[in-house]
């Protein structure tokens, strides 16, 4: 019967409030926290390091969606025009995917991998992802000497650079169209469109004449 009426007394130091149960209560939602702030510095690091990136880098090819007059003068500058066609910091694709809709097979490169998702995205939508391809790549890494038509939204800190490039890089049949900005030193040889719509057409064999005659010179 003694052992009835035994009963043990609780802890006075384990039933104080604040002590271990509510320690270990603060320790896990200091880890919650914790888990939460980094979840979130490395969710917007993902979404938004790709557009702060290019910023960073000696000449940026910042991302201004081509209107619609862009796109019309563009696709008219090259309508007597087929076989392929790159876009030089494709953005979200449209030239890619207009100039699919008319026959050429257009590649498109860009810098910005959530653009070229989106462009991806956007050319199954249009049933033309059979024609056309995205890459992600800076301009300078790539080689344009295989297409037969390029197409450049630049900014005016990079043209020069650019046009020596394509001079080196592109066959002579080629024709190269600027959007926005000309090139520094070549003549176009026909602009259509007026002010943030107009695009300046040249035609490979006029601007790649001068090294051709340097090279001579040079022999002689």
């Known amino acids: 019967m003694s052992d009835f009426n035994i009963q043990s007394s609780p802890s006075t130091e384990t039933n104080k409030p604040g002590s271990g149960n509510d320690g270990a209560f603060k320790k896990r939602l200091g880890v919650i926290a914790t888990c939460v702030v980094g979840g979130s510095l ?70 910005n991998p959530w653009l070229v998702l989106y462009s991806r995205y956007k050319a199954w939508r249009e049933c033309v992802h059979h024609s056309t391809s995205f890459h992600i790549s800076d301009l300078w890494k790539v080689s344009f000497s295989e297409y037969s038509n390029v197409v450049i939204f630049g900014v005016p800190q990079m043209m020069e650079q650019l046009e020596v490039k394509l ?32 695009v300046w057409i040249y035609d490979a064999k006029t601007f790649k004449t001068p090294i051709r005659n340097d090279k001579h010179s040079e022999r002689n």
Request: charge should be positive; aromatic fraction near 8%; include cysteine.
């Open 42 to 111: 490395v969710a917007l690091y993902a979404v938004t390091g790709p557009f702060v990136a290019p910023a960073l880098r000696k000449v940026c090819l910042p991302f201004v969606p081509a209107t619609t007059t862009q796109i019309q003068n563009v696709i008219k500058a090259l309508q007597s025009r087929s076989g392929s066609l790159v876009d030089i910091g494709s953005g979200d694709g449209r030239i890619v995917i207009a100039a699919a809709k008319r026959g050429f097979k257009a590649v498109g490169f860009e810098l």
């Open 167 to 198: 001079q080196t890089e592109l066959q002579g049949s080629a024709k190269v169209v600027a959007c926005r900005f000309p090139f520094p030193t070549w003549t176009p040889d026909e602009v259509a469109g007026e002010g943030i719509d107009t």
